[in-house]
């Protein structure tokens, strides 16, 4: 087995992991260690998807980004990054719920000041202006405009 270690920051613990080999040990078909082109078609066979070997040679290009195989890592890899984007979202949108007072779909000045102050980064009014400044609407930003911020920083 590999000795790859995740990082904290990963948030995969030791039952995750057990339960990704065992889905992993049923994807590898023929137990090599690895998740071929040849087990996703004889897996997709399996449940009656007719697929032809270019369908599954694609499919298998869009799991691995662009490889022509799976170790176990890297397919873990490619699960919690897909996991950890749509947590993220989710968690985004909740926040945005949470801070959005009136309910309105807009975060407005005070509700941006309220929101700071209780995540514990207060910023100055001028900084909350500048930041609205950048947004379609200068009395308010809305989700996706907040999301794309988010994402910016990253
Ligand atoms: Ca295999
Ligand atoms: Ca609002």
């Known amino acids: 087995m590999n000795d790859f270690k995740f990082t904290k920051d990963d948030a995969v613990d ?10 992993f040990s049923l994807l590898d078909h023929d137990k090599d260690g ?4 040849y087990d996703l078609k ?11 070997d ?4 694609d499919l298998m290009k869009q799991i691995s980004q662009g490889g ?4 176990l890592v890297d397919f873990i890899i490619s699960v919690v990054k897909k996991n950890n984007n749509s947590l993220f979202e989710e968690e985004c949108r909740s926040a945005f719920q949470v801070f959005d007072k009136n309910n309105d779909g807009i975060l407005d000045f005070f509700e941006i000041s309220n929101a700071l102050d209780f995540i514990g ?7 909350i202006m ?4 950048k947004t379609s609407n200068p009395t308010g930003i809305t989700y996706d ?6 994402n910016s920083y990253q």
């Open 14 to 23: 030791d039952e995750l992991i057990q339960s990704f080999q065992e889905v």
């Open 34 to 37: 690895v998740i071929s082109v």
């Open 42 to 52: 004889v897996i997709l066979s399996k449940l009656n998807h007719d697929v032809s």
């Open 54 to 57: 270019e369908d599954v040679t």
């Open 68 to 71: 022509e195989s799976l170790d």
């Open 121 to 127: 980064e207060p910023l100055t009014n001028e900084e």
């Open 130 to 133: 500048e930041i609205l400044s």
């Open 145 to 150: 405009e907040l999301l794309g911020l988010f």
